[in-house]
């Protein structure tokens, strides 16, 4: 008989990046002694560029000095992928997870992120797919709807996915969005018929989706409140 595998979901709200990055450290190092079970962190970002262990600076399109003015700051990460953007109405999930108690291997990994974000546009009438060879992340025809960058560390996973509800799009035009040029960014919000329903239902609806595609059949839902009043350190 299968056991059934929980999963916490962390609903954070609006967290900072730098802070979100310290409190996945410390999850993963957690994980790793098994202090922690299967965890994913639920969020979103005030606006900020983020770049992968590659250090694709180049693609950044507007000086560094002039982020300040448009609002939006600049992070160095040590996830793969390369320069992508965060911002408000964006769907964010970082999973805390052992491969290894899955079972699977990195690349089924990234594949079951970008069906967890291809499930999602579907329940909104909305055809996305996986990127074609080199190209990461989700599409909807030319245009990329949501973006995949992960860490691996002996085998527990970090960093993850975010998907496009209706972000500002224009801050997608000061950098090459992740080092894939000539193509749209595109949202949720553009390419469906559909009524939206507040963004923490479909933020609810992806992870909903991601546990589903993952075998995680016990959710255990933490609010902002009670994750801090437990974790006083992570504020």
């Not at 770049?51 to 002039?66: A, F, M």
């Not at 069906?115 to 909104?124: G, K, V």
Request: proline letters at 4%; one cysteine or more.
């Amino acid at each position: 008989m299968r056991i059934p595998r929980s999963l916490e979901v962390w609903k954070m709200g609006t967290v900072n990046y730098l802070d979100a990055l310290k409190l996945q450290e410390k999850l993963v190092a957690d994980r790793k002694t098994s202090k922690i079970a299967d965890t994913v962190l639920s969020l979103q970002h005030p606006p900020t560029y983020t770049l992968g262990k590659r250090r694709t600076d180049h693609n950044l399109l507007i000086p560094e000095s002039e982020l300040k003015k448009i609002g939006a700051e600049l992070c160095y990460t040590q996830r793969g992928g390369d320069i992508t953007f965060h911002g408000p109405h964006q769907a964010i999930l970082y999973p805390i997870i052992s491969l290894r108690d899955i079972g699977i291997g990195a690349r089924n990994y990234v594949e079951k992120l970008e069906l967890t974000m291809i499930e999602l546009a579907s329940l909104y009438g909305v055809r996305a797919c996986a990127g074609q060879k080199g190209e990461t992340g989700v599409w909807v025809g030319e245009r990329k709807i949501g973006a995949i960058g992960v860490r691996i560390s002996y085998g527990i996973t970090s960093h993850g996915l975010a998907f496009n509800i209706d972000p500002d799009l224009s801050y997608f035009k000061h950098i090459v969005p992740c080092g894939i040029a000539d193509k749209e960014v595109t949202s949720l919000r553009k390419e469906t018929d559909s009524m939206l329903p507040t963004e923490e239902v479909i933020q609810e609806q992806l992870i909903s989706c991601f546990a589903r595609l993952f075998g995680y059949s016990n959710l255990i839902w933490k609010e902002k409140g009670s994750i801090l009043s437990d974790n006083g350190e992570n504020r």
